[in-house]
């Protein structure tokens, strides 16, 4: 624990993050952030409560959330703050979620890369996650026909029973090509997703002219080493003129706070369910990313502190 | 020959076109657009004179460029002109290539897709063809660098001596991977890709980020069946943020004009070079498209009738 140097806060964390993006910055191969290097504090959102601060815009007892690490104690650089955490009416853990990098991706990806219309076929991968549920319930309330993929019949009765699909498909069970079929029987419009592979093959032949994939996730790929094939994209996009585009949530943060303010409206008014799956203690943390591919946590998985 | 009824035009065809696309009109596989049933008269651009006209719009004499088929006279709906030809300073066959669809789809695509800044570098494959010279001389008016990727050393020439590419590699010779490595040290910023398949997977893991790779045509590919398979985009896509579009022509027509006449101008003004490969009389047709997929013609490939 170093006490801040000028610019500097020192924040006490109440909950740390886990996320499906951890794999890849621990991984060496080339990604879209530095990889974190063996030895050194594992990069994550957190949010806590500042001990405190030689930076002018905090003060000991402000909740912040942002990239402080997994670490109990983080003495950061104020920069590393994304946000002050104003709802404080609501958990502090949901700024890590569905008030936070899963909500807001979700958000950005309808809001800057999909946009859908009313009467548009939204169709989502890992449906009953973090992210997916928030697309699929925002998606609902633009008026579109959604559509959930999800993996186990539990997931599946979680899409139309809470997140309110308007239908789901069990990607474990064999007939997925034609289970898909049936839910979409206009096509795609949009298909945000956050598992390429298998899943993403089965869409991709449905897409309608103009379609719209958010390139969100990767889930269904355990390895990049070596490169996985599939069936090529390159004509669907064509001769569909559609479009495929990678969402990083750091490429939208300036639209942040009108995100946080539009989800958190939902949650107050019972209009946007989520799921957390809690963990308790820094020792839980190894294996908790691993968990993430293996599919076993129903909802945003965070870790919080004693 | 049949005289036309209301609101038709008889047209006497002076040019036809030859491209790409048509392989994938005569296939039964879905498509954008429907398939031309044997028997039928081959879809296609062409540019000729109203011999006879029951549509107000048009008089004998006018020049025009449609779907009018592969045929020597065509009796066709007013709807299916394209354009008024009004360039009687130019060849009526540049209305079927640089300032027709292979040179409005090089500025669809960069206009409406692309959108390169000046200092960005720009990817093309096929690169000395109808549509890839006219994107390099685009891309190099926009002060981009242009890296062209040709067939064979004849077309890498006239990639650097005739069309202005400040690199060109060739994807027949073994080092692709090192030699395009070599021509994109900044990365690439933009892909227009013609190809698909081994060229295109050569360039993708070069994207930078915010890379837009727009999906034109499928040249590399010779059959769709069964699907083939490449290395996944997905995780190109997603880490760099990038986009990948399909670009068709008929989405954008509404700017034609626009197209036409700038490039009618560079064209004037001797600033955008362009070939053509002139084959004589209905007979050659047949072969003519299979002779694309070969890579036998330098520029556009267009059929001229006495």
């Known amino acids: 624990m170093r ?4 610019g500097e806060l020192l924040v006490r964390a109440e909950f740390l993050s886990v996320d499906p993006a951890m794999r890849g910055w621990v991984s060496d191969v080339a990604n879209y952030s530095e990889p974190v290097p063996v030895g050194d504090v594992m990069r994550s959102f957190a949010v806590g409560t500042v001990v405190a601060s030689a930076a002018p815009a905090y ?6 959330t942002g990239l402080f690490g997994w670490q109990e104690y983080a003495t950061v650089d ?13 958990s502090p853990s949901l700024s890590l979620g569905v008030l936070g990098l899963t909500g807001a991706t979700a958000w950005f990806g309808l809001s800057e890369i999909a946009r859908p219309a009313a009467g548009e076929t939204v169709v989502v991968s890992t449906a009953a996650g973090a992210v997916g549920s928030v697309v699929g319930q925002l998606a609902a309330q633009a ?3 959604t559509v959930g ?43 945000f997703d956050n598992t390429a592979g298998p899943i993403s093959d089965t869409v991709l032949p449905r ?15 355990s390895s990049w080493d070596p490169w996985p094939t599939g069936p090529r994209v390159e004509r669907h996009l064509l001769t569909k003129a559609a479009r495929m585009e990678g969402l990083l949530f750091f490429d939208h943060q300036h639209r942040l706070p009108e995100a946080v303010a539009a989800l958190a ?42």
């Not at 006490?3 to 000028?6: C, G, K, R, S, V």
């Not at 104020?78 to 009416?89: C, K, S």
């Not at 029973?161 to 029987?185: I, M, N, T």
């Open 265 to 306: 409206e939902l949650v107050r008014g019972g209009r946007l369910r989520y799921r957390e799956d809690v963990l308790d203690g820094l020792e839980a943390a190894p294996d908790a990313i691993a968990g993430l591919y293996r599919g076993e946590n129903l909802g945003k998985r965070v870790i919080r502190l004693a």
């Open 149 to 191: 993929i999800a993996g186990g019949p539990e997931k599946v009765r979680l899409c139309l029973e809470e997140f309110g699909y308007d239908a789901a498909v069990d990607h474990r069970s064999p007939p997925l090509a034609a289970d898909l079929a049936a839910a979409v029987p206009d096509g795609v419009d949009v298909y």
């Open 78 to 90: 104020a920069g590393a703050v994304l946000r002050r955490v104003d709802e404080d009416d609501l």
């Open 3 to 6: 006490p801040p140097e000028a």
């Open 59 to 64: 003060r000991p007892g402000d909740r912040v």
């Open 207 to 221: 897409i309608n002219r103009r379609a719209r994939i958010v390139v969100c996730g990767t889930a269904a790929i």
């Open 143 to 145: 008026g579109c026909r």
